[in-house]
């Protein structure tokens, strides 16, 4: 019976050569073609200039000015005109007016002015008879007692510059999210890149030594179950190898959706030769800037200063309600004056009116409603600022706990590839003077990988535990958020 060879290095390099030709073909239609380390200050400005999510959130401060405008609407000056003619009757007189009248932002007035004309024949005790030439109007009105501190035009322009304020704290909470986002999908990036390159090193050293055991095995210096056992942790590899690649790709995908280019924004899926060999440094936070920290979050996160707005915002619904519990006593002045010559007898040339109108409603239920309902809000928004300041102080105080735990983990973790490296360069000696095999190699070489792929992943957690802190206290808080 006669036994097949394959030559499974040939084989294996034309697997790797397809995998290797797979990754390029995916990055080079949309990677940068820099040949510089990505770092993550190129990844949070595009994140800040053209990520759609944060561009859409911005849009909440025109809205926000769109109601101030909208509010402001009710003071803008009106053109009233109109008139009236006696169709069947002893009298048969016409009249008619057109004044402009100016809302004013303060106490709940108004001035008006304009002109009059009536014409045929009107009683003389008819308000709206003026000569032939018409009189020309001028006066005011303003409300003594409900709608005078407030009223529901000026509560609504109030309420809407509250609302330019309360767009900032919306947006600011967002754009953390979206820093803090970006960052974790950078240093998974960083990490996916690196033990991609650790699973290539670890593939070619197998692959390597199959072409010195295919030659022992030629002369007879090695079994041949030797290099059967070789080709299989070749395969092994291989496929960690695939793995790896996929995970490389996923990540590079998920980043892509924060790294874009400047002139479109359209993602870049960036190449693998733009991976950092090493992360950033990584200090041990001082525990004594704890306490600091939590008291620069209370200032900076804006879930607080979002409750504060919403609560002036119902203050002014319940000043607006209380305003609704006081009578109506609105007082008006208008003045008229004769123009022309041809002036009846009984009209005055100057003529100044005084009006004054007193409304009460009785049981006032709606807006007894209005105040209990604005009151209880009060209390319950309070109540909310309250817990948000704990859940501010939990925060900061489990991402600082999660950051110390990753430098410590991290700490240890080196200590575990040193160990690892002092094992496997131990055995590497032994198989050389023959006082062990290659199964006992394989696994120094596999536990040295696994130790350095938990390294690589415990750098990857102490940035992402880093980039929860950062958001936890509002480190990347802007001065001014602008497009």
């Known amino acids: 019976m006669k036994t097949v060879r394959i030559s499974w290095s040939s084989v294996l390099e034309g697997r790797f050569a397809a995998c290797v030709m797979l990754v390029s073909s995916f990055c080079m239609p949309h990677s940068s073609l820099a040949e510089n380390p990505l770092l993550l200050g190129e990844v949070l400005a595009s994140v800040q200039s053209q990520y759609p999510p944060y561009l859409a959130a911005l849009i909440e401060q025109d809205i926000a000015n769109g109601r101030v405008r909208q509010a402001q609407g009710a003071f803008d000056v009106n053109l009233n005109a109109g008139g009236s003619m006696n169709l069947a009757g002893y009298y048969d007189g016409r009249t008619g007016y057109a004044m402009i009248e100016q809302p004013l932002p303060f106490w709940g007035g108004s001035v008006y002015s304009g002109y009059r004309l009536s014409s045929g024949f009107l009683p003389n005790y008819n308000k709206d008879r003026t000569g032939v030439d018409g009189e020309g109007v001028l006066g005011f009105r303003i409300p003594l007692l409900r709608d005078g501190t407030i009223d529901r035009r000026r509560a609504s322009l109030w309420q809407a510059q509250i609302d330019q304020e309360l767009a900032d704290p919306i947006i600011l909470r967002q754009y953390l999210d979206f820093i803090r986002a970006a960052t974790i999908g950078y240093y998974t990036w960083v990490a996916s890149g690196q033990r991609l390159a650790l699973a290539e090193e670890l593939f070619r050293i197998a692959k390597d030594r199959d072409s010195a055991i295919a030659e022992q095995v030629k002369k007879g210096a090695s079994a041949p179950i030797v290099q059967i056992d070789n080709q299989r942790l070749v395969v092994s590899r291989e496929i960690a190898t695939v793995q790896a690649l996929r995970r490389f790709q996923a990540s590079a995908i998920e980043l892509s959706l924060f790294f874009r280019t400047r002139e479109k924004a359209e993602p ?103 105040v209990d309902i604005a009151e209880a809000t009060i209390v319950r928004l309070n109540n909310d600022k309250r817990f ?80 929860n802190y950062r958001a936890a206290i509002a480190a990347d808080a802007p001065s001014k958020l602008t497009r």
């Open 388 to 467: 948000a300041r704990d859940r501010i102080t939990a925060d900061v105080r489990d991402a600082y706990s999660a950051l110390i735990a990753a430098y410590d983990a991290l700490k240890m973790t080196r200590v575990n590839v040193e160990l690892a490296h002092q094992l496997e360069a131990a055995e590497n000696e032994r198989l050389k003077q023959g006082a062990t095999d290659l199964l006992a190699l394989q696994i120094r070489e596999q536990a040295t990988f696994d130790g350095q792929v938990l390294e690589v992943e415990a750098q990857a957690d102490y940035f992402r535990a880093q980039a």
């Open 268 to 370: 870049i899926i960036s190449d693998r030769h733009r991976v950092p060999k090493a992360f950033p440094p990584h200090p041990r936070l001082d525990e004594s800037q704890l306490t600091a920290d939590i008291a620069k979050a209370a200032v900076f996160r804006p879930e607080i200063r979002r409750i504060e707005l919403l609560v002036q915002k119902v203050e002014i619904d319940r000043k607006l309600a209380k305003n609704h519990l006081l009578p109506n006593l609105d007082l008006g002045v208008e003045a008229g004056q004769f123009l022309g010559g041809n002036r009846p007898r009984d009209i005055e040339r100057n003529e100044v009116e005084a009006k004054m109108e007193f409304k009460l409603p009785l049981q006032r239920r709606e807006a007894l409603g209005r």
